[in-house]
């Protein structure tokens, strides 16, 4: 685990000297935008626009980092071959993906923690004071983190058999399946025949829920999350990251490289 | 008594071919061999012979289709064995964010060393390697030697028992070639095992006290240079220098380099050749065994495996 540690460190260090960071300059100046804009033209629901769009941001460029970078932490160690020193130390390869996976994590908390930060300043400036309903934001911006983590995960599992586009193309249209799960869920299972009502409600399961992430709205009206909702979401990326994970794991430990 | 530090049993690789992988190419076929204790084998053969594959099946980059191989008694499969073990990969790459400093900080990481204990061996390392001055500009800058420096840095750094180098001089300029030398010999007087790949063959000559050659995935000798080598004197070489022209009969056959000449006799044929050259006013500068070169013996081999396959592929048309 010590080992997966040093893994994850480097490659938080890589992250930051990449210049992965530099993300949050856009995100600077479209909070500034934002705020110069939303008194203008939004009277009275000032703060609805800048959560909504601040947290759209923060999860937009959230998932460009999570599957651009998540699909190339692997890949782009077998393809420069950087990996070939490192596995011939004492670090087993379950303890590099795990290593590689955290380091992206951190990374991603760090980068979502100054885009909550840079919005709660903007909120700060339209509204001149900050409530006690605002730390929904706060919570969304959580879930939002969870989220980019599960996506993660989901890429670097791809990248461990397959090419980087087809990877790229997996994680994409899976994230976009897993927005419509609970439609998947709530099809009208009485006129289907038995099996395809058990095949449906099986793939529902199976698939990543990325509907229950999102609390964008309630965010936006200030309104409380549920703790069992927290609970939920917290236990639920655990669960299925580890799954994920050891499946990456298992077939990158059988793979042979370049 | 101490056994092998490295043992391979039939140790096969294939590839699988096409989409569906119905055929299969073999890189490595069954593969039997011994690196002893202490000593500097070398493992020399053509591009594309199973050098690396072999290699990198010892270091678990690739997996076996069949056959073992122990490194100091341990399975290959064993990950803990890897701490006794140093590796320099072929044409080496590593993080160019990092600086070598960094570099080779981040690999002692996985070795349980402590932080003070850190910091002096990467010092000692870069020192070695000649990189002292280099030590804090990104890897991104650097040249394919300085690359291969550092390569060899961080398979030394730990200071392990076991040493293996995929082409370790590969990339380097004269002097490099002579720093890796001299790091080799002197790894091998620490009572290091020491097993490198090269297509160099007077390294090969110069530094291993065995080596193996592989030519076309199968193992066609092992031993010390000159045991698989005919030791027996092909012949004897006369170099001499001879003022104008003369009506030495053995003229004819030698070679003229300049105003000197080389000429080659049968052994019992010496004498008789000396008194003519002295007789005609020769002047002799050396008198020399021909014995035939690591590098004849190889090119042998190789000629023989590429005849053996063309004819495969004639028959198979």
């Not at chain 1, 930051?16 to 008194?39: K, T, W």
């Not at chain 1, 099809?187 to 099986?202: C, Y």
């Amino acid at each position: 685990m010590r080992r997966a540690g040093v893994v994850a460190l480097n490659t938080f260090r890589e992250a930051v000297r990449d210049r992965v960071l530099y993300n949050l300059v856009f995100f600077a100046l479209l909070m500034m935008a934002a705020a110069v804009a939303v008194g203008q033209i939004s009277i009275g629901i000032e703060e609805t626009v800048i959560v909504s769009l601040g947290l759209s941001a923060i999860s937009v460029i959230g998932l460009l980092i999570s599957i651009f970078i998540g699909v190339a932490l692997v890949s782009k160690e077998m393809d420069k071959r950087t990996l070939y020193a490192l596995l011939a130390k004492p670090v087993r390869r379950w303890e590099f993906v795990l290593g590689k996976f955290g380091g992206l994590v951190l990374t991603l908390a760090v980068n979502t923690a100054a885009m909550a930060l840079g919005l709660l300043l903007v909120m700060l400036y339209v509204k001149h004071s900050l409530e006690r309903g605002d730390t929904a934001v706060l919570v969304a911006v959580y879930f939002i983190w969870l989220k980019l983590a599960l996506v993660v995960a989901l890429a670097l599992m791809f990248s461990c058999f397959t090419t980087p586009l087809l990877a790229i193309l997996f994680t994409v249209g899976l994230y976009i399946v897993g927005l419509y799960v609970q439609e998947l869920r709530n099809l009208p299972v009485e006129v289907m025949s038995p099996a395809m009502a058990a095949f449906t409600k099986w793939l529902s399961y199976l698939l990543p829920n990325f509907e229950n992430f999102n609390v964008m709205a309630m965010a936006a009206h200030q309104r409380a999350v549920p703790r069992a909702l927290i609970l939920q979401n917290t236990l639920y990326t655990v669960i299925y990251c580890a799954i994920v994970l050891t499946a990456a794991a298992a077939v990158f430990s059988k793979r042979n490289l370049k | 008594m101490t056994g092998p530090a490295i043992e391979i049993e039939n140790l096969s690789k294939e590839y699988p071919l096409g989409f569906l992988h119905l055929k299969k190419r073999t890189s490595l076929e069954g593969l039997n061999m011994q690196v002893e204790t202490g000593e500097v084998f070398g493992f020399i053969g053509p591009n594309g012979a199973g050098k690396s594959t072999t290699i990198k099946l010892l270091m678990r980059l690739i997996f076996p289709t069949a056959g073992s191989a122990r490194i100091l008694g341990k399975p290959i499969s064993d990950v803990e064995m890897h701490r006794e073990i140093g590796y320099l990969p072929e044409q080496p790459y590593f993080y160019d964010y990092l600086t070598a400093a960094e570099v080779l900080d981040y690999f002692a990481r996985f070795h349980d060393l402590t932080a003070a204990d850190r910091k002096d061996r990467v010092q000692r390392m870069l020192k070695k390697v000649g990189l002292e001055t280099a030590r804090k500009i990104q890897l991104r800058k650097y040249s394919k030697g300085m690359l291969q420096r550092v390569g060899l840095a961080q398979a030394i750094l730990h200071d392990p028992k076991v040493v293996i180098l995929d082409e370790p001089m590969s990339g380097l300029d004269p002097v490099g070639r002579r720093e890796v030398r001299d790091i080799i010999l002197e790894l091998k007087k620490e009572g290091k095992t020491v097993m490198f790949s090269t297509h160099i063959l007077s390294d090969a000559e110069m530094l291993c006290d065995r080596v193996g050659v592989i030519v076309g995935g199968k193992l066609r000798g092992v031993g010390a240079p000159g045991t698989l080598v005919d030791m027996k004197t092909q012949g004897m070489e006369i170099l001499f220098e001879l003022a104008g022209t003369s009506n030495v009969p053995l003229l004819s056959k030698a070679e003229r380099t300049g105003d000197r000449y080389r000429l080659q006799v049968a052994e019992e044929e010496l004498y008789a050749a000396i008194e003519q050259l002295r007789s005609a006013g020769a002047r002799i500068h050396s008198v020399s065994q021909v014995k035939a070169t690591l590098e004849e013996f190889f090119m042998n081999l190789v000629e023989a495996d590429r005849a053996q396959a063309s004819a495969v592929e004639v028959s198979g048309k």
